[in-house]
């Protein structure tokens, strides 16, 4: 890759061995999106033109890309985007990248019995995409988002003025930050995807990249849930269901926490319980 002239079937070729030297098991595929992004084509025209030549501008920009990503950087923030629920966002490090498990979330709350007027909140927003799928999901709810991080809330608010949602951001912990007003009985409905990784879990190098004050969630990891379903109890109105996300095996000492605080499991869905 050090030449100057480059055929995209050539690059093709020698990121892709690269990627896969450096433990990339995804190297191929993840070579073709960066041609993608970098020459706005699909990959039906990229494929079919296999012998033009890189532009020594579109060369350095792909090289930088690799280096990234040989570097165990998720492709997704050398990208600046991600696709959560048939939709874009923007992203970067500041953020967790949102996961296909947390679409459940989503599935789930479509599922339930809504009252209009609904008040969705999520609490941990990150990119907001939860937020705004919810938003665009369910139209006729009103959604407002909690972080305690305000690099996390910068990305949200770029993310929410692409979609021109009209989304309440608050900054602070959990349910900290939110007026009283924001609670309205039991048309309220919390979404949580909350860090919920224990302390000690060995994270694949991809994921060393990601911010850690979104992943980690205590010794179980399930301590940042156990402050939120605390002050749900110290609220007047409390929320008519809320959703979470963890690993399966935390499932049933998360019942157990919700139990305590006077919420019952509905339902579970691999990663997504839902507690009313």
């Known amino acids: 890759m050090s030449s100057p002239v480059q055929t995209i079937a050539n690059w093709l070729k020698h990121a892709s061995a690269s990627l896969m030297q450096a433990g990339d098991s995804t190297a191929y595929l993840d070579g073709l999106v960066m041609l ?40 997704a923030y050398i990208r600046n985007k991600t696709e959560f629920y048939g939709r874009n966002f923007y992203i970067d490090n500041r953020v967790l990248e949102p996961r296909p498990e947390s679409e459940t979330i989503i599935d789930m709350l479509k599922g339930l019995d809504l009252p209009g007027q609904t008040t969705i ?6 990119s907001g995409a939860l937020a705004i799928t919810a938003k665009l999901e369910i139209p006729h709810s009103k959604v407002v988002a909690t972080d305690i991080d305000s690099r996390c809330l910068i990305v949200a608010r770029k993310n929410i003025r692409k979609y021109g949602l009209d989304i309440q951001v608050f900054k602070g912990p959990l349910l900290d930050p ?11 409905v919390l979404i949580c995807n ?24 205590g010794l179980d990891g399930l301590e940042v849930y156990q402050k939120l379903f605390e002050q749900c109890t ?3 109105f409390r929320p008519k269901f809320i959703l979470t ?9 998360l019942s157990a926490i919700a139990a305590v605080n006077g919420f019952r499991l509905a339902k579970t869905n691999d990663f997504i319980q839902l507690f009313s």
């Open 36 to 75: 993608e992004d970098i020459y706005g084509k699909d990959r039906s025209w990229l494929l079919a033109h296999t012998e033009s030549i890189i532009s020594l501008p579109k060369l350095m920009k792909l090289n930088e890309m690799i280096i990234r990503r040989q570097n165990h950087e998720p492709l």
């Open 121 to 126: 909140i999520d609490i941990g927003t990150g």
């Open 178 to 188: 939110l007026p009283v007003r924001q609670f309205a009985g039991n048309k309220t």
């Open 194 to 217: 909350l860090p919920y990784v224990p302390d000690s879990f060995k994270l694949n190098l991809a994921a060393l990249n990601e911010p850690k004050l979104a992943i980690f969630g």
């Open 234 to 236: 110290e609220l007047k």
């Open 245 to 253: 996300e963890s690993m399966p095996p935390q499932h049933k000492k």
